[in-house]
């Protein structure tokens, strides 16, 4: 419990900036929200019979499924005319 608050605290203290990164992603999270699930599931089942660390899956389905999901909101649903308003 002590290293979950000192990390919320820490996290608090020098990552609640305003920078590009964060503000694009806040703008895009809706749509990373509601994409991801296309991207985790067969990521999972790729990776869940393989013997690896968890941590390891869970950088293999984390960081290729956050990649993809903010790219297709970026660059589909976001400059897709219909979709546009939704997203």
């Known amino acids: 419990l002590t290293a979950l608050m000192t990390s919320l605290a820490l996290s608090r203290r ?3 900036r305003d920078t590009p990164f964060w503000s ?10 509601f ?7 067969p ?3 790729l990776v ?4 690896w660390h968890a941590w390891i899956k ?3 389905v984390f960081v290729p499924a956050l990649a ?6 970026a ?12 997203f």
């Open 14 to 16: 020098w990552l609640n």
């Open 24 to 33: 694009r992603l806040s703008s895009d999270s809706f749509g990373i929200y």
């Open 35 to 41: 994409i991801h699930p296309l991207a985790v599931y």
């Open 43 to 45: 990521l999972a089942l």
């Open 48 to 51: 869940r019979d393989a013997h």
């Open 58 to 60: 869970t950088l293999a």
């Open 68 to 73: 993809w999901s903010w790219l297709f909101t």
């Open 75 to 86: 660059f589909v649903l976001k400059r897709a005319p219909v979709l546009r308003r939704l």
